[in-house]
């Protein structure tokens, strides 16, 4: 128990002890603190882009699954826990993101641990992005497959390794179309060039693209128009769509395949009904681009802003906006700082991100008016010291 107490105390003099505290959604994209409840803040950190979770065909499909079919799944799907809406929400999937079928998961965490150690292992080779999400590095350690990382969208970097090292096993590709703590984007058509000339899989996590990128909101992979050539189509229901759990859709062959291997999916109790009727009526609704297009005015609001403010830095090609900051106690200070002017965006710290690039991670959502954004631009402009030029 000693050796607790002194982690606990080494972190919590070091500003890296994170704990917990309820907030209290007041809806529209307003929260307060438990604590402060006198305080409206406008939440800059939720991940709820098209605003779906308070959306009403959410709601009521939510509720019409619950007072049918009650609260539980009961069990896992292989045993007694499929349910039609499982199914139908797997095809809605598949044919969202132009694959023959699609599986469900608990979790985008649960998923990535679960697929790739199911499709490799000792002697196969993984080529993973250095920033992809902990869910994806932990299913690479899983499988126990030779993990190696190149530079963070250097595909230059990717393709030396993959010379180097591809061999002749089963190889992997893994990145996120749109990186959840830098908001940047992958080069796609590239990425599918080098699967191809060097014979891996490639499996693309669009947690943070599946509603807000592509035509129908298919995601960056429909947006570049290579649904054909990714194996593995990885996203998430608890981000753009409102709800919870998560998927991936590829070839039949692939879907049987991970149904029967992919641990996370056999030994895991079935989704819940509601939160899959709610996910499915999510997955309908994405495909009215009005929706997108009213997000996608507001991240362009809030960038002009900035900008036109003196603002100078990178604020990249998404819904998802890092001010960097650098050291984790000075994230933490200017997320006060910011706090104090009603506006709530989180200080994201190692280990999520590397030693000494802390930031304000800021995301758009539809719920933001433009009185919202220009509130938060300007606090920002004052807390990074930008003066007006
Ligand atoms: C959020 C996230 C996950 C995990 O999804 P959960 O459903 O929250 O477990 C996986 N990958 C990426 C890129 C994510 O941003």
Redesign the pocket.
Known sequence: MVELKNWLNQQREKGGLRSLRPVIRRGKGRLTLAGDEARELLDFSS?DYLALAEHPALIAAAQEALHRFGTGSGAARLMSGDLAVHHELEEAVARLKGKEAALTFG??????IGIIPALLARHDLIFSDRL??A??HDGCRLSGARLVRFRHNDLNHLEDLLKKKRGTGTALIVV?SI??MDGDRCQLRELVTLKERFGCLLMV?E??ATGVFGAKGGGVIEEDGVNGAVDLS?G????ALGS???YVAGNKEMIDYLLNRARSFIFSTALPPAVTASSLAAVRLIGHSSLRRELHEKIACFKDLLRTGGYLAELGPSQIIPIPVGESGVALKKADLLRAQGIFATAIRPPTVPDGTARLRFSITRHHSKADLAQAAKAILEIMEYRPS
């Open positions: 991940n979790s985008g965490y649960l998923a990535n992809n999400h869910s994806i996120e990186y959840s996590d947690a943070h990885m998430t229901f608890g981000k919870y759990g998560a």
